[in-house]
């Protein structure tokens, strides 16, 4: 596996995760949350984040892929859904990466239908140049172009997921692959 240098390194990740974590713990202070996490893609950031999130909270997780190879398409599929009841509770949605938005506009929709007290999304990489519905993420790690990025939970053909940090993917016939 031929890798490059990091886009995203090991040591901003886990200072940007901090962060992140500090202002959801200081926002829901004395409330308790259901921290949902979008697998496959955010199992890493889930589970650095819910290490560091300061109050009081339940985990679930929901199963989910709109991507084929490097293209979006708006066909969501749900292949677990969540199980814990979603009615009353303070959600928090941990995803890895918002592209189009697609993604999270339909299962953020799919979610408000079981009325949640309150319902935010949390995504640790967003491209939001790319959008193609209107969104609102409420807590970001890093906006970045339009790149597609491996490593950290994110794939290509579910490959790379286990990688620390992010890179840029690129793939280059002649040597193999390349970020
Ligand atoms: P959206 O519906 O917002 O366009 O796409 C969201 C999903 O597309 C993400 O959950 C992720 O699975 C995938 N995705 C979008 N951009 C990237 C990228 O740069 N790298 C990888 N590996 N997946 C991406």
Known sequence: ??????????????????????????DYAGREILAVGILKGSFMFF????????VPMNIDFLVASSYIRTKTTGDVKIHADVREAIEGKHVVLIEDIVDTGLTMKYLKELLMKRNPASLKVCAFLDKRANRKVNLQVDYVGYVIPDHFVVGYGLDYENRY????YIAIFKKDSAEGIQA
Do not use: Y
């Not at 596996?1 to 200081?26: D, N």
């Not at 589970?47 to 300061?54: K, S």
């Not at 997921?161 to 620390?164: H, T």
């Open 161 to 164: 997921r286990n990688l620390p």
């Open 1 to 26: 596996m031929i890798i490059g240098k990091p886009f995203r390194t090991v040591e901003e990740i886990q200072r940007r995760v901090r962060e992140l974590a500090e202002k959801i713990s200081s």
């Open 47 to 54: 589970a650095d984040i819910v290490r560091l999130i300061q």
